[in-house]
C-alpha cells in the first residue's frame, strides 16, 4: 500500500541545480503590504509562507535565501502584521504572510491582518503555491485546521513544510509526521508530499528551494 503524503525525496542533481541557481542572486525585500490595494503588479507567480506564530517561519526563509535577517525573527508571537513580498531575480515573488494563531496584539489589530490574510489567500490568482509551516514538535492545532480549511475552499494548492524536526526526537517525530498525514487526508487542496526541514540544521532546505525553482519563474 502507498504510503499517503510521503515525505519529499531530496532532488536530483538538475532539481538540486535549478533550486540553487534561483537562490543563487540576492533575494531583495519589495515591500509591506497592510491592504490588498498594496499588492505589487501580478506580473509573475509568486508562493507564500504562511504558519502559526513562533513556528519558524522567519528562521525557514532566512535559510532558503542565504540571508541571516531577510525575514524578521522575533521572540514576540504575532509581531509581523504585514504580508512582506521579497523578490527572486527571474523567479517568483516570496511572500511571507502574518503569522496565525496567538499574537499580542489588540484583538482589534489581529482580526485586521487576519482579514487581510484570509483576502490575499482567496483572492491573488498569481499564487502558486501556499507552504504552510507546521512545528514538528506539536503536529497539526486546531488553528492550523481552519488555514488548510481556507486554502480549500479558495482552491490554493498548499504544500505542508514541517519546521524544528530536529528539536524532537525520532519515536515523537514519527508520530507527529502520522498525525500531520492524516490530517491531510481530508483536504483536497494538499500538495501530495510533505517537506521535513530544520532551518538551523540546513535539512530539507535543498528540497524546498528545488520544488519553489520547479514551479516556474515569469
Not at 532566512?62 to 512582506?84: D, F, M, V, Y
Not at 492545532?141 to 488555514?147: G, H, R, T, Y
Request: charged share 25%; net charge positive; hydrophobic share 40%.
Amino acid at each position: 500500500m502507498e504510503l499517503q503524503f510521503p515525505l519529499a525525496e531530496e532532488p536530483d542533481d538538475f532539481t538540486r541545480e535549478a533550486g540553487r541557481k534561483l537562490f543563487a542572486f540576492p533575494v531583495e525585500f519589495l515591500k509591506g503590504v497592510v491592504a490588498m490595494s498594496g499588492l505589487p503588479p501580478a506580473d509573475r507567480i509568486e508562493v507564500c509562507f504562511a504558519g502559526r506564530s513562533n513556528v519558524g517561519k522567519s528562521s525557514l526563509i532566512n535559510a532558503l535565501t542565504n540571508r541571516k535577517n531577510l525575514a524578521r525573527a522575533s521572540n514576540t508571537p504575532g509581531r509581523t502584521q504585514e504580508i512582506n513580498y521579497f523578490t527572486t531575480q527571474d523567479g517568483p515573488y516570496l511572500v511571507d504572510l502574518p503569522g496565525y494563531g496567538f499574537a499580542q496584539a489588540p484583538v482589534a489589530v489581529v482580526a485586521k491582518w487576519q482579514a487581510l490574510l484570509k483576502s490575499y489567500l482567496a483572492g491573488r490568482a498569481t499564487l502558486r503555491r501556499a507552504f504552510v509551516l507546521i512545528d514538528t514538535r506539536h503536529g497539526v492545532k486546531a488553528v492550523d485546521e481552519e488555514i488548510l480549511t481556507l486554502l480549500d475552499r479558495a482552491a490554493v494548492p498548499f504544500q505542508v513544510v514541517m519546521t524544528k524536526a530536529d528539536k524532537v526526537g525520532a519515536s515523537d517525530r514519527e508520530k507527529n509526521i502520522a498525525q500531520v498525514r492524516k490530517a491531510l487526508t481530508s483536504h483536497p487542496a494538499a500538495y501530495p508530499e510533505i517537506v521535513l526541514t530544520s532551518s538551523e540544521k540546513g535539512d530539507g532546505i535543498e528540497t524546498l528551494r528545488a520544488i519553489i525553482a520547479g514551479l516556474g519563474g515569469q
